[in-house]
Every structure is written in structure tokens, then in C-alpha cells.
Nanobody, 116 residues
């Protein structure tokens, strides 16, 4: 029943932009806060951004002002608009419902590589 599918990653130069998409199971999307997380090489997975069912958002300090999380209820999709990308943003990005019973379920992730 649980489904989390990330897409939109790719290779960009520093300063570039990407928009990530995460399509979630309708039951999860409609009920829980959704988050974007990332795992960079040699680092622990970290929280990037959160969006509640009512649209409230929060961001890690490292991405504040550069990334924007949003949701499209009609598509069961949460987005992460990533601007002014830096090499340190290179990571595999995942979506998750961190306050749900499915918090330990992760999709395949989508690779973001920021390099010249």
C-alpha cells in the first residue's frame, strides 16, 4: 500500500536548478506531513524540508532561501524546487512521511549531482 517514488534528479552545474518530485500513496499524502531528505556521500541522511497537510513548511538552515517545498494534492505529489545549487547539495534525495507509521519506508531516491 505504501508508495514513495522520487524523480527529477540529475547533473547540474553550481548555481543551477532542479525540481524534484515525489509521488506518494494517496492515503499517506492526504494524512501526514511529507518531507524531503538527502544522504550525501559519507554523511548521515538529513532532513531538508517539511510540508504539512495544510501547507506549512520548514527548511534546514543549509537550504533556506534556496529550496522550496510544495505540494499538489490533485497529483499526490510533493515537489522540491532547488535553486542556486551548490556542490554540497550533491546527494540522493528521498521523500518520507516522518511522523507516520511508514517513516521507515523509503523510495528509491533520486540522485542530485552538482558539479562543474
Amino acid at each position: 500500500q505504501v508508495q514513495l517514488v522520487e524523480s527529477g534528479g540529475g547533473l547540474v552545474q553550481p548555481g543551477g536548478s532542479l525540481r524534484l518530485s515525489c509521488t506518494a500513496s494517496r492515503s499517506i499524502f492526504n494524512t501526514y506531513t511529507m518531507g524531503w531528505y538527502r544522504r550525501a556521500p559519507g554523511k548521515q541522511r538529513e532532513l531538508v524540508a517539511l510540508i504539512t497537510t495544510t501547507g506549512s513548511t520548514n527548511y534546514a538552515d543549509s537550504v533556506k532561501g534556496r529550496f522550496t517545498i510544495s505540494r499538489d494534492n490533485s497529483k499526490n505529489t510533493v515537489y522540491l524546487q532547488m535553486n542556486s545549487l551548490k556542490p554540497e547539495d550533491t546527494a540522493v534525495y528521498y521523500c518520507n512521511a516522518p511522523f507516520s507509521t511508514y517513516k521507515n519506508y523509503w523510495g528509491q531516491g533520486t540522485q542530485v549531482t552538482v558539479s562543474s
